[in-house]
């Protein structure tokens, strides 16, 4: 399959699920002191469209390509990859998130809606809001980990050029650790952009760490 087509496929999917919620899909429970603020929204079309997407990355066909190590993998490259691959994943979760949420409003009112606000909270908010908000983080750790481990490129580095790949002469890649070590390195993002940059491959600190590294490939 194409970059191009697989570009047109995650613009289609963001413009039908924000458009089949009014721009607005997830689940939130906010509380100060004693004002609180709880939102759920999703639509049938989001949610399909959400279950399509997540088979799509799953199964979609990635061209057969080559390494050119002639090449370096900018920075930002990565940043552009991640930044897609970040959209892909915040789609999936927050339509799947709010299910819960809204499944538990029905019970409550004894009507099922597809949104709904409200300025009081339950106990069951937070058990419910909190759960969805670590499947994120783990659907985001398992998407970044699975795939250089199955020797396949995410959406964001197909469509970027680049893939992730055992370091020269490493046997056993850590791809756990390369994804939890990148998350704190984006947190402290000025000061790893900064000793990338000092390097001649612009590698990053948690590649060399992990015993991978970036590769560009041929488009």
Known sequence: MSRLSVVAVMLCSFTLISWATGGSVGAS?????????????????????????????????????????????????????????????????????????????????????????????????????????????????????????????????YVFGYRVMAAEGADNPQYGARVLLSFIGLCMWPISVAFALRTKNRAFWWDAGTYSRTVRVDT
């Open 29 to 157: 429970s906010i509380c100060d002191n004693s004002t609180c603020a709880v939102a759920a929204s999703l639509s049938p079309i989001s949610l399909l469209v959400a279950i399509a997407l997540t088979l799509f990355v799953l199964r979609y066909r990635q061209r057969t390509s080559l390494a050119d190590e002639s090449k370096v993998v900018g920075i930002w490259r990565r940043f552009g990859a991640f930044f897609l691959d970040f959209v892909i994943v915040l789609m999936v979760a927050s339509s799947l998130g709010a299910v819960p949420l809204l499944t538990a409003e029905a019970y409550f009112t004894g009507s099922f809606q597809w949104a709904f606000e409200r300025e009081f909270a339950r106990a069951t908010d937070f058990i419910l809001v909190l759960p969805a908000a670590l499947g994120a983080l783990l659907l985001l750790f398992f998407y970044f980990y699975q795939h250089p481990r199955v020797d396949r490129q995410t959406v964001g580095q």
